[in-house]
């Protein structure tokens, strides 16, 4: 069975690895390649489906290949949708993750709640969240990744 700290764990492992990529926004070569890697760990892209649906997309909301991922995550001359800014070069402080629940089961996870994005300036970014998770190999990798700005009553009043 998945237990909470396993869950917990990779959503660190994460949250360190965005911190990461943004460190190493200066060196193209080396966060390119740390991303990748990042990716790879994370991920499931090497075992099948991923369904990845980020935060800051408007026309091309889904992304389901590793490069699209990277794309997203980097941006680049090399981006695979146009609208790219390179999330993960913000750079991003710190992430943190608030659960609401979690499902646990013998081979598969899903957790929901909100994660916090803080910036160079201090001020945290609120974002929703829901990440499944696949047991391959003994490790946990994200198949299912959807995250949200939160509701905004003004936008749809």
């Known amino acids: 069975m998945i237990t ?3 869950v917990e764990n990779v959503q660190k492992n994460w949250g360190n690895g965005v911190v990461k990529i943004g460190s190493l926004k200066n060196d ?11 990716l790879e ?3 499931a892209f090497q ?11 408007e026309n ?11 794309s997203y995550f980097i941006a680049g001359d090399n981006r695979k949708c146009n609208e790219d800014q390179g999330f993960a ?18 081979n598969r996870a899903i957790a929901m709640g909100n994660y916090y994005f803080t910036g160079e300036d201090g001020i945290e970014v609120k974002v929703e969240y829901t990440f499944g998770y696949k047991l ?6 994200i198949d299912l990744h959807h995250s949200s700005i939160p509701y905004n009553p003004n936008v749809l009043a």
Do not use: H, M
């Open 28 to 38: 193209r070569t080396q966060c390119e390649t740390y991303t990748n890697q990042f």
């Open 41 to 43: 760990t994370q991920y």
């Open 60 to 70: 091309e909301q889904f992304r389901p290949t590793q490069s699209e991922a990277l």
């Open 4 to 6: 909470k700290e396993q």
């Open 136 to 141: 391959i190999d003994g490790n946990l990798k």
């Open 89 to 106: 070069l913000a750079p991003w402080t710190k992430v943190r993750f608030e659960n609401t629940n979690l499902i646990l089961e013998e």
């Open 47 to 57: 075992s099948g489906l991923v369904l990845f649906k980020p935060t800051k997309c």
